[in-house]
């Protein structure tokens, strides 16, 4: 099977976009991708677009149409959505469309709108992505789904809050120079730890923001690439899927997270690589804990582990496998179905070296991208290696 | 490129369910399916999932992963959202999953419900399809986009209230002994007439009706039909999906859908047919002019001549090309984001010869399945044939 080559990447800067529309976010992301790819519009066959709560935050369904108009071109187009992990199934199925010779030429990516909601109503339609049933009604946001895991976490394996601080601080700082992050300010493991409390043991600066973005990614196949004479040096190699029971309470353990590690060996075996070959990977931290169960799904540390990897230094900027250079969900924000673009977007530039951080990672030619959906009922990882 | 097989085929009874959960409905759907296949659940590679307005209607996003806890698989799943056209997109994206070699066996279909909301609160959910800054904001509803759509057939082409009212009363006879459809009364093209107004041209009889219900396909390889002799008569031969502009004020032409002329070239290319193969027809008829414009892009009546068409016998059950058998959206009823599963479903039990209307094609062999989003901004068809 042919691999996805991607041609080029464009983001919006995430924060805080009260004044403009969702189909100008995702124009302008579509447009940088465009222009970083300089593949004429008229080439690309699908567009797949990622989107979670358009219908509940801007009274606005049937977005693919829009975006495509947005976007300048005039394929079919396909709204995904999976909650957080909405553009990680969008590029999936682009790589797959690439890949199995479909088309030649393919947009994915997403575009979320939130921060002119009042928080209470960011938080119920966040909400929509838990088992409306069992879950929300009961009472449960994911600030306190993720405290679960948290709390099942430190009892079964150990850990500290100090521990999760550790990582919100390392992402602040991987954040500094990302000129596309929310928030470019650095954070003290201390003043972490002294953030208000959200959901017992996790406080404010253990969670993401409320984000406003978009992302979008240009894949054309090697048949393209060749014959077009594109510079299209990093592929997707590996994409995988997992899924897993929505609610919480069916699950055996709340301290791992199976639809990632599904997703990794599905994404690892297609790609013919282990963790140990990965150089470089953007993970899903919307909160702290989940950058702990992410690592450890990926395989970079053992199940128990994945906790001190940031005190120890493993992941962060200098360590042997730096997470979340971008500044993560937590710092870069999570503008929640335009995410698992953004991710392909980062890690991309960090291969190709255009990156603010790929100083930390000059020999990097592997990287992994972790996009999760909800309490990690869904999940996507894609392997990005450098091929040209 | 193989082609992907249908193994299996199951609905719930289209209508009204205030009592059962969205996950109940799937479900049971996908249980019919996966009885009709006959194949093993652990087989299941990818489910495919349709839906439109969960998460405005049960407050619901994410249902994927819901979904494939109900449908009893723990395979990757995924949400597709196209408006109306959502479980079309679904379908399809499953039969390239097949032909393409990434999965052996597929579930794809669909779930809505809404019979539980306020009428207003149904329309204003469905007009979310709409685009909410130039047309909602304007007073646009369904009903009054088709509307205009009609006024410009009419004056265009001529056409009477009295030629639509002949789909609705051919639809409502072809519902009678469907055991699935919502309404299996018949109506006269007089009581039609007489029905009240709903947006001038078209009255209550033109428009489909408030429908809960699911849908559910079961694909599989070639490869894994002849190995598991798996009894799998009919085949996806092709697919196709169009876009078009959203806002119908930047249309060039009210009175054609180029979206859904895009999706059937495609799908006849693919499939090496032409209109003239095709023996039945399901299409969306949401509207009774949404089925002159179907079969008009489907290239079943030449542009301007598709009004006349069941007036003259042609689209009847006993006319040359028998169109919507199964009662259409208008009688069987529209479940909005089950409505393109339940199209390949009926085109099947047509094809296979054991649905309660195939005594009309006996000797069918080519159907083809016509699913819209909203105004027709997208459009998905699939050509399926005997091929066993």
Do not use: W
């Amino acid at each position: 099977m042919g691999s996805a080559r991607i041609a080029g990447v464009g983001l919006t800067r995430f924060g805080s976009h009260p004044e403009r529309t969702g189909r100008e976010l995702f124009a302008r992301a579509a447009a940088e991708a465009m222009e970083d790819a300089g593949v004429p519009r008229s080439d690309v066959e699908t567009l797949n677009y990622g989107n979670y709560m358009g219908s509940i935050a801007e009274n606005q369904g049937h977005q693919a149409p829009l975006m495509a108009e947005a976007a300048g071109v005039s394929c079919p187009a396909t709204r995904y959505e999976e909650a957080c992990a909405s553009a990680g199934v969008a590029v999936r199925e682009a790589v797959r469309a690439v890949r199995a010779g479909d088309v030649d030429v393919a947009i994915a990516g997403g575009m979320e709108r939130m921060s002119h909601l009042e928080t209470d109503a960011v938080t119920a339609g966040l909400a929509t992505a838990a088992d409306d049933l069992l879950e929300v009604k009961a009472g449960m946001t994911f600030p306190g789904a993720y405290a679960l895991m948290a709390r099942s976490y430190f009892e079964t394996y150990g850990g500290t809050r100090r521990d999760l601080a550790h990582i919100a601080s390392k992402n602040h700082e991987n954040a500094v120079p990302n000129e596309y992050a929310q928030y470019r300010n650095r954070v003290s493991v201390d003043r972490a730890l002294e953030s208000p409390t959200v959901a017992s043991p996790l406080h404010l600066f253990d969670a993401c923001p409320i984000t406003d973005g978009a992302s979008a990614v240009v894949f054309v196949s090697e048949r393209y690439a060749d014959s077009e004479d594109v510079d299209a040096p990093v592929a997707v190699t590996g994409s995988g899927q997992g899924t897993d029971r929505m609610v919480l309470a069916d699950r055996e353990f709340l301290a791992r997270t199976p639809a990632a590690t599904r997703a990794a060996e599905s994404a690892y075996g297609e790609a013919g690589i282990g963790p140990e070959d990965v150089d470089v990977a953007e993970v899903h931290d919307c909160f702290t804990i989940a950058e702990v169960l992410a690592i450890e799904s990926l395989g970079f540390a053992p199940n128990g582990e994945g906790i001190a990897a940031a005190r120890e230094g493993l992941t962060t900027a200098d360590g042997d496998l730096p997470v979340n250079l971008s500044g993560g969900l937590k710092a870069k924000g999570h503008p929640v179905g335009a995410t698992g673009g953004s991710q392909i977007v980062e890690v991309t530039r960090l291969l190709r070296g255009d990156h603010p951080n790929a100083e930390h990672v000059p020999d990097a030619d592997v990287g992994v991208a972790h996009n999760a959906g909800g309490s990690v009922a869904s999940a996507v990882v894609h392997v990005l290696e450098v091929v040209a």
